[in-house]
């Protein structure tokens, strides 16, 4: 008779605790839901098909991953468009100083000077700004690594990191399926994650 109790109340407590988790995830698929209709609206548009594939909880630890990963990744970027930019201003140098050298025996390649200084100066800028930039970027990232390795694990929950995929149905019939994360804060606002990624570079890189 105590095994059949004792097992009866252990099946009420895994109802109650699939019940909770159940409505939890339903709570977060509508918030989801209601701001992802309330953008494809402005498009005339219908969300179909949401499903949630996974949903992870984020401590602070797990947003400077987060962040960590989206400033590589802007580094990367960062670093190839200063390269591109170095190749631009050899060029430009290289353009510069032949049209100096010929305007020192034709007069009338001042002009060309004049326009090749002008095009020098500019790709030397953007390449100035790209590369304090990178910089900056490599500072950001140490940072933020650093900070992950000597942080203590802390458990407190900061938000909800939410793997979906949902079909957008237009107005003239045509569906395109989408796989998006979001971020959902514990009062239950959405964000998408690029834009929650600049709330966490606002938190972390004062």
């Known amino acids: 008779m105590k095994k059949i109790i004792f097992i009866t109340c252990l099946s009420l407590v895994v109802f109650s605790c699939?019940?909770?988790?159940?409505?939890?995830?339903?709570?977060?698929?509508?918030?989801?839901?209601?701001?992802?209709?309330?953008?494809?609206d402005e498009l005339d548009a219908e969300v179909k098909n949401f499903k949630i594939k996974y949903i992870d909880s984020l401590n602070s630890?797990?947003?400077?991953?987060?962040?960590?990963?989206?400033?590589?990744?802007?580094?990367?970027?960062?670093?190839a468009q200063k390269n591109e930019a170095y190749q631009d201003l050899h060029i430009k140098d290289n353009s510069l100083r032949l049209s100096q050298q010929?305007?020192?025996?034709?007069?009338?390649?001042?002009?060309?000077?004049?326009?090749?200084?002008?095009?020098?100066?500019?790709?030397?800028?953007?390449?100035?700004?790209?590369?304090y930039d990178e910089k900056i970027l490599f500072n950001s990232i140490q940072k933020i690594k650093?900070?992950?390795?000597?942080?203590?694990?802390?458990?407190s929950?900061?938000?909800?990191?939410?793997?979906?995929?949902?079909?957008?149905?237009?107005?003239?019939?045509?569906?395109?399926?989408?796989?998006?994360?979001?971020?959902?804060?514990?009062?239950?606002?959405?964000?998408?994650e690029e834009n929650y990624v600049s709330n966490l570079r606002s938190k972390y890189l004062k």
Do not use: C, W
């Open 18 to 40: 699939m019940s909770q988790e159940e409505k939890f995830k339903k709570d977060i698929e509508n918030s989801i839901i209601s701001y992802n209709n309330n953008l494809v």
């Open 61 to 79: 630890s797990k947003e400077k991953e987060i962040l960590l990963n989206y400033l590589i990744d802007e580094h990367s970027i960062i670093g």
């Open 102 to 131: 010929l305007s020192q025996k034709y007069p009338s390649y001042q002009n060309i000077v004049e326009r090749d200084r002008l095009n020098y100066s500019k790709s030397s800028q953007d390449f100035n700004s790209l590369q």
């Open 146 to 155: 650093s900070e992950i390795t000597k942080e203590a694990k802390n458990k």
């Open 157 to 192: 929950i900061l938000a909800y990191r939410v793997m979906s995929d949902y079909d957008v149905k237009s107005k003239n019939e045509s569906t395109h399926h989408v796989k998006k994360i979001f971020i959902l804060s514990l009062n239950k606002d959405v964000f998408d």
